[in-house]
C-alpha cells in the first residue's frame, strides 16, 4: 500500500501530454470479445482498471499481450465461463462483460460489479435492454446470469440517460437479429469512440453521439485495430490543477470539444484558457476572481467526474459556489477530507456549498473514491505544508503516471510506502 506524499504551494509550469480515455478503454477491451479474431487497441492508458479486465479475459480463455500502451486480443478461444467473483468484483465496468459475453455467447454469468463507492448505480436500465434483445435476466447469489435463445433487434427506450446502459445495449446488439434503437441514449465522446471500435469489426451503428442509436445486428464482426481517443477527465483534472496553482501550463493530446463545460467554469472564475486543435493552455490562477454555481449533468453538461477536483479549486477564489451532483448522490465523500484541511464546505443534500476564500493546510487525508483521489492531489497542491493522501489505489485506477506527469510540471509529489503502523490504521479505517 502507497501513499502520496504532496508538498503544497509550488506553481506548475511546462505541459503535460493526456492518456487514452478511461471510461473508453474499460468498455473496448470487453467488446474485443464480440470479435472473431484478434483486435489490436492502442493509445490505453497504464491503469490499474486496464490490467483487471486483461485478466478478466484471460480467466475466459483469451489471448491478451501488451506491449507499452498497446493491447492485442485473440478471443478465438474464449469460453462463456462464469465470472461471479474475483477480479469481477474489483471495478464498476466489468459489467460491460454482460454485454459482450451475451452478444458473442448468448448467456453470460457476471458478478455484481464492483469499483467505487458512489451510492446507488443500479443495472436495471442495462437489464431492461438485455430483456428486449430476448435474453432471461436473473439474479442469484450476487451474481447476474443471462440466458438467451436467440437475441432480436428490439426497440429500446431508456428511462434515465445511462452511459453504462447505452454501451450495454450496444455491445449485446451488435450480433443480434434485425435492427436495434436505443433512444434517450447517452451521447458521450465514449460511446461514439466504443461505436467507432465496433464500426471497425464491421459493425452497422448510426447515431452514436446523439440520442437515437440504431444498430443493424452481423451475425459475426472481424478483428480490427483501434486507438482510444484522449481521456477528457484526466486533461480536465490536470486544467483544473493548473488553474488553481498553475503559472502556464498546456494540456496536450486532447479534444478541446470535449471540455467545454469545464472550460467555460474555468473562464467563469477568471482563469486564463487558451485553446488550439489539440491542446489548452492554462494561464494559472493568479487571475482568479469570483466563485461560480456548478450542475453536473450527462454529456455535454458538466461532468460528474470533475465535480470533486473542481469543489477543491473553488475553495481558493472570493465567495460561495454552489456544487450540485444530480448524477450520484454520494459523491461528496472528499469534503470531510477537505475539511481537514481547512475548508469551508457544507453539504446539503446533493450540494455542496463551498465559501472562500480560505487558505488550505497541509493535512493526513483519505481517498474514498477515484475522483476524490483527484481532488484530495489537487488540494494538497495548493495547501501550505505538507499533506499525506492514502487510498492511492483509487488514483492507480484512472491516472497514468500521476506522479511523474506533476513533477515534470514542478510540483513536489513522491509516492511512498506506507509503514507498518500506517496500514494498520488505514485497516481500521
Same mark, same amino acid.
Given at each position: 500500500?502507497?501513499?502520496?506524499?504532496?508538498?503544497?504551494?509550488?506553481?506548475?509550469?511546462?505541459?503535460?501530454?493526456?492518456?487514452?480515455?478511461?471510461?473508453?478503454? @474499460?468498455?473496448?477491451?470487453?467488446a474485443?470479445?464480440?470479435?472473431?479474431?484478434? +483486435?489490436?487497441?492502442?493509445?490505453l492508458p497504464?491503469?490499474?482498471d486496464v490490467?483487471?479486465?486483461?485478466?478478466l479475459?484471460?480467466?475466459?480463455?483469451?489471448?491478451?499481450?501488451?506491449?507499452?500502451?498497446t493491447?492485442?486480443?485473440?478471443?478465438?478461444?474464449?469460453?462463456?465461463?462464469?465470472l461471479?467473483?474475483?477480479? +469481477?468484483?474489483?471495478?464498476?465496468a466489468?459489467?460491460?462483460?454482460?454485454?459482450?459475453?451475451?452478444?458473442?455467447?448468448?448467456?453470460? %454469468?457476471?458478478?455484481?460489479?464492483?469499483?467505487?463507492?458512489?451510492?446507488?448505480?443500479?443495472?436495471?436500465?442495462h437489464?431492461?435492454?438485455?430483456e428486449?434483445?430476448?435474453?432471461?435476466?436473473?439474479?442469484?447469489?450476487?451474481?447476474?446470469y443471462?440466458?438467451a435463445?436467440?437475441?432480436?433487434?428490439?426497440?429500446?427506450?431508456?428511462?434515465v %440517460?445511462? %452511459?453504462?446502459?447505452?454501451?450495454?445495449?450496444m455491445?449485446?446488439?451488435?450480433?443480434?437479429?434485425?435492427?436495434?434503437?436505443? =433512444?434517450?441514449?447517452?451521447?458521450?465522446?465514449?460511446?461514439?469512440?466504443v461505436?467507432?471500435?465496433?464500426?471497425?469489426?464491421?459493425?452497422?451503428i448510426?447515431?452514436a453521439? $446523439?440520442?437515437?442509436?440504431?444498430?443493424?445486428g452481423?451475425?459475426?464482426?472481424?478483428?480490427?485495430?483501434?486507438?482510444i481517443?484522449?481521456?477528457?477527465i484526466?486533461?480536465?483534472?490536470?486544467?483544473?490543477?493548473?488553474?488553481?496553482?498553475?503559472q502556464r501550463?498546456?494540456i496536450?493530446?486532447?479534444?478541446?470539444?470535449?471540455?467545454?463545460?469545464?472550460?467555460a467554469?474555468?473562464?467563469? +472564475?477568471?482563469?486564463? +484558457?487558451?485553446?488550439?486543435?489539440?491542446? &489548452?493552455?492554462?494561464?494559472?490562477?493568479r487571475?482568479?476572481?469570483?466563485?461560480?454555481? &456548478?450542475?453536473?449533468? &450527462?454529456?455535454?453538461?458538466?461532468?460528474?467526474?470533475?465535480?470533486?477536483?473542481?469543489?477543491?479549486?473553488?475553495?481558493?477564489?472570493?465567495?460561495?459556489?454552489?456544487?450540485?451532483? $444530480?448524477?450520484y448522490?454520494?459523491?461528496?465523500?472528499?469534503?470531510? =477530507?477537505?475539511?481537514?484541511?481547512?475548508?469551508?464546505?457544507? &453539504? =446539503?443534500?446533493?450540494?455542496?456549498?463551498?465559501h472562500?476564500?480560505?487558505?488550505?493546510?497541509?493535512?493526513?487525508?483519505r481517498?474514498?473514491d477515484?475522483?476524490?483521489?483527484?481532488?484530495?492531489?489537487?488540494a494538497?497542491?495548493?495547501?501550505e505544508? @505538507?499533506?499525506? @493522501?492514502?487510498?492511492?489505489?483509487?488514483?492507480?485506477?484512472g491516472?497514468?503516471?500521476? %506522479?511523474?506527469?506533476l513533477?515534470?510540471?514542478?510540483a513536489?509529489?513522491?509516492?511512498?510506502?506506507?509503514? =507498518?503502523?500506517?496500514?494498520e490504521?488505514?485497516?481500521?479505517?
Amino acid at each position: 500500500m502507497y501513499k502520496l506524499r504532496i508538498e503544497g504551494g509550488y506553481p506548475l509550469e511546462g505541459r503535460v501530454n493526456i492518456s487514452g480515455a478511461k471510461n473508453s478503454a @474499460v468498455a473496448l477491451i470487453p467488446a474485443a470479445i464480440l470479435a472473431d479474431g484478434p +483486435v489490436t487497441i492502442d493509445n490505453l492508458p497504464a491503469i490499474s482498471d486496464v490490467d483487471t479486465l486483461a485478466e478478466l479475459l484471460r480467466e475466459i480463455g483469451g489471448d491478451v499481450t501488451r506491449s507499452e500502451r498497446t493491447m492485442t486480443i485473440d478471443p478465438t478461444k474464449m469460453i462463456a465461463m462464469p465470472l461471479p467473483n474475483g477480479h +469481477v468484483k474489483k471495478l464498476r465496468a466489468s459489467y460491460y462483460l454482460m454485454g459482450a459475453m451475451l452478444g458473442k455467447f448468448h448467456k453470460a %454469468v457476471i458478478g455484481l460489479p464492483g469499483g467505487c463507492h458512489l451510492g446507488p448505480r443500479p443495472i436495471d436500465q442495462h437489464i431492461k435492454g438485455f430483456e428486449a434483445l430476448g435474453a432471461r435476466v436473473t439474479n442469484e447469489q450476487g451474481a447476474i446470469y443471462l440466458r438467451a435463445e436467440r437475441l432480436r433487434g428490439a426497440t429500446i427506450f431508456l428511462d434515465v %440517460v445511462s %452511459v453504462g446502459a447505452t454501451i450495454n445495449i450496444m455491445l449485446a446488439a451488435v450480433r443480434a437479429e434485425g435492427r436495434t434503437v436505443i =433512444e434517450n441514449a447517452a451521447k458521450e465522446p465514449e460511446i461514439v469512440d466504443v461505436a467507432m471500435l465496433l464500426s471497425s469489426m464491421g459493425a452497422r451503428i448510426k447515431g452514436a453521439g $446523439t440520442n437515437v442509436i440504431r444498430i443493424d445486428g452481423r451475425p459475426s464482426l472481424s478483428g480490427c485495430r483501434h486507438a482510444i481517443i484522449p481521456d477528457r477527465i484526466e486533461a480536465g483534472t490536470y486544467m483544473i490543477m493548473a488553474a488553481a496553482i498553475g503559472q502556464r501550463v498546456s494540456i496536450d493530446h486532447i479534444i478541446p470539444l470535449h471540455l467545454e463545460s469545464l472550460i467555460a467554469k474555468l473562464r467563469e +472564475v477568471g482563469t486564463e +484558457v487558451d485553446i488550439d486543435n489539440d491542446s &489548452v493552455t492554462i494561464g494559472g490562477g493568479r487571475r482568479l476572481k469570483k466563485g461560480a454555481d &456548478v450542475k453536473t449533468l &450527462v454529456y455535454p453538461g458538466f461532468p460528474t467526474d470533475l465535480q470533486q477536483p473542481l469543489t477543491s479549486l473553488l475553495t481558493s477564489v472570493q465567495g460561495t459556489s454552489i456544487v450540485t451532483d $444530480t448524477i450520484y448522490d454520494a459523491r461528496f465523500k472528499h469534503v470531510d =477530507e477537505l475539511r481537514r484541511m481547512g475548508a469551508n464546505i457544507k &453539504v =446539503e443534500g446533493r450540494s455542496a456549498i463551498v465559501h472562500g476564500k480560505t487558505r488550505l493546510q497541509g493535512a493526513s487525508v483519505r481517498a474514498s473514491d477515484l475522483r476524490a483521489g483527484a481532488a484530495l492531489v489537487t488540494a494538497g497542491l495548493m495547501a501550505e505544508g @505538507v499533506t499525506e @493522501v492514502v487510498g492511492v489505489e483509487h488514483i492507480d485506477r484512472g491516472y497514468e503516471q500521476l %506522479v511523474e506527469k506533476l513533477t515534470s510540471i514542478g510540483a513536489r509529489v513522491q509516492r511512498e510506502r506506507l509503514t =507498518e503502523d500506517e496500514r494498520e490504521r488505514a485497516a481500521e479505517s
